[in-house]
């Protein structure tokens, strides 16, 4: 049974920082990929950032530039980095990780207000 676990999420100011986790029940190595999504109230759940198990990351435009999506195998924990952060960035952002199956987490809460 495979469990992703976000955490990290929270309230912060416009232009500001935040690194959600999440960590996976096992190794990362085990997945294809992994990424992370979001949705904000009202719209449909989009991608963020992904990462292979080579490394290969690729990031939705809204993102590039301000994100960074990384991998510790040693902690079985992805994160993303999210810089100059700003009020369209609010959302429930979800873990994802792929290999013959879809595995999710169960969101953590971003708010981005001054």
């Known amino acids: 049974q495979v469990q992703l676990v976000e955490s990290g999420g929270g309230l912060v100011q416009p232009v500001g920082s935040l690194r959600p986790s999440c960590e996976a029940s096992?190794?990362?190595?085990?997945?294809?990929?992994m990424a992370w999504y979001r949705q904000a109230p009202g719209k449909q759940r989009e991608l963020v950032a992904s990462?292979?198990?080579?490394?290969?990351?690729k990031y939705a435009d809204s993102g590039k530039g301000r994100f960074t999506i990384s991998g510790d195998n040693a902690k079985n924990t992805v994160y993303l980095q999210m810089n100059s952060l700003k009020p369209e960035d609010t959302a429930v952002y979800y873990c994802?990780?792929?290999?013959?199956?879809?595995?999710w987490g169960q969101g953590t809460k971003v708010t981005v207000s001054s």
């Open positions: 096992g190794s990362i190595f085990r997945f294809n990929a």
């Open positions: 994802n990780a792929v290999n013959d199956q879809v595995f």
């Open positions: 990462i292979t198990s080579g490394g290969s990351t």
